[in-house]
């Protein structure tokens, strides 16, 4: 079956688009979730983020059954140095692996908290969890 089409666009309303190193963690993980890598995509989460395992079961659960593209546009962002808080327009075209051929479609605004740690950014929190369940 097809890989669904990878985009990532942003856009910030109101406000200075992300740094660019900001936004390729939001990249990476879109594409993480496009290869249907789930360590790729949890790499980009601090470990310590809360409900950090809740995510990482929900991640290899949904990869590990369906094929998902994804869309991330940024909506605010608010941050320095050191940290950014966001709100992200996140899409998920989630098809079905194999003879499952049902897609479906999410879409909302996600809450999101990255931090610097060392030379790189990580996520350090992001709601609702329950998004990305399988």
């Not at 200075?16 to 936004?23: I, N, R």
């Not at 995509?41 to 994804?70: C, M, W």
Request: proline share 3%; glycine share 6%; with cysteine.
């Amino acid at each position: 079956m097809r890989r669904i089409a990878l985009l990532i666009a942003t856009a910030a309303a109101l406000t200075a688009d992300p740094p660019a190193a900001v936004m390729r963690v939001f990249t990476y993980a879109a594409e993480a979730l496009a290869n249907g890598d789930s360590a790729a995509f949890l790499e980009q989460f601090d470990k310590d983020t809360p409900n950090y395992a809740a995510l990482r079961d929900n991640i290899e659960g949904l990869l590990g059954a369906h094929q998902v593209g994804s869309t991330v546009e940024v909506v605010m962002d608010e941050g320095d140095e050191r940290k950014h808080t966001l709100e992200l327009d996140w899409l998920l075209i989630i098809s079905g692996k194999g003879l499952d051929t049902q897609t479906e479609t999410r879409r909302k605004v996600i809450q999101c908290t990255v931090e610097r740690r060392g030379r790189q950014w990580k996520i350090t929190a992001i709601a609702p969890l329950d998004f990305f369940a399988y």
